[in-house]
């Protein structure tokens, strides 16, 4: 059985870092790129930032450009999001996911293996 478990989430003040972990178990996705979401509250599931399998290639949403970081552990089996300059308006659950494909793609309904989530909430 494939899970996908996030972890790293908290409540932080504007300007702060956190690190986000995804740690997938039951089957490997080295092979596989490994992608963020988020949802803030009232408002539809969107692309942060997905990674290549061989962590060579990244993209990432604009709104998170040259302050977040996507990372991965092959050997791990992990996937990480590191956020610095947080603002209030990344408050949202954050979700882990890998997709059907093998490209690095940002269209949401790639993706079929989802983690439950992990709550960030940015204070200003």
């Known amino acids: 059985q494939v899970q996908l478990v996030e972890s790293g989430g908290g409540l932080v003040q504007a300007g702060a870092s956190l690190r986000l972990s995804c740690a997938a178990s039951?089957?490997?996705?080295?092979?596989?790129?490994m992608g963020w979401f988020r949802q803030a509250p009232g408002k539809e599931r969107r692309f942060v930032a997905v990674?290549?399998?061989?962590?060579?290639?990244?993209n990432y949403a604009d709104s998170v450009k040259g302050r977040f970081t996507i990372s991965r552990d092959n050997a791990k089996n992990t996937v990480y999001l590191q956020m610095n300059s947080l603002k209030p308006e990344d408050t949202a659950v954050y979700y882990c996911?890998?997709?059907?494909?093998?490209?690095?793609?940002?269209?949401?309904?790639?993706?079929?293996?989802w983690g439950q989530g992990t709550q960030v909430t940015v204070s200003s």
């Open positions: 996911a890998v997709p059907r494909t093998l490209s690095a793609t940002t269209e949401m309904y790639e993706y079929i293996y």
């Open positions: 039951g089957r490997s996705f080295s092979r596989f790129p």
């Open positions: 990674i290549t399998w061989s962590g060579s290639n990244t």
